[in-house]
């Protein structure tokens, strides 16, 4: 049987979230977008990222969703995109693998948040790459990739 609390669907009542906070974001030329946005001397507008962080909070909140937040790294520049660590599943949550190196160290510091709250981590990818992206809960038995 599935354990109460942890994910059964895609599609059903949010009920808890993981974020992080923009605090040191920083474009990086991870893909082609970020490659132009970055040849354009573009740069992250914090103030207003947070802004609207704070916002999305506001509203998780507001609708009756628990948010729960990870401490930014500014070794991670991209650790605001929460939901790529992994999948979380009915069992607990399966750890991914980031194949850009400016990700990787992102599923270390997520995985001793789980484990705060009380999550369990039940398999790690330690071969190729999983992104939360890459992953989607079909239903209760089906994944698709």
Known sequence: MAA????????GRLRK?????????SFQPINEITKRVLAEGEQADLA??????????DAYRAAGVEVELVDPDPELPYMVYARDFGACLAEG??????????RQGEEARY???LDELGMPVIGRITRGS????????????TVVQ
């Open 4 to 11: 109460q609390g942890f994910v059964h669907n895609a599609t």
């Open 17 to 25: 979230v993981l974020l992080c906070a923009p605090d040191h974001f």
């Open 48 to 57: 207003a990222f947070r802004h609207e962080h704070d916002e999305l909070v």
């Open 93 to 102: 949550v399966l750890i991914g693998s980031f194949k850009e190196p400016v």
């Open 111 to 113: 995985a001793r948040k």
């Open 130 to 141: 999983l992104e939360g992206g890459d992953f989607w809960l079909l239903d209760e038995a």
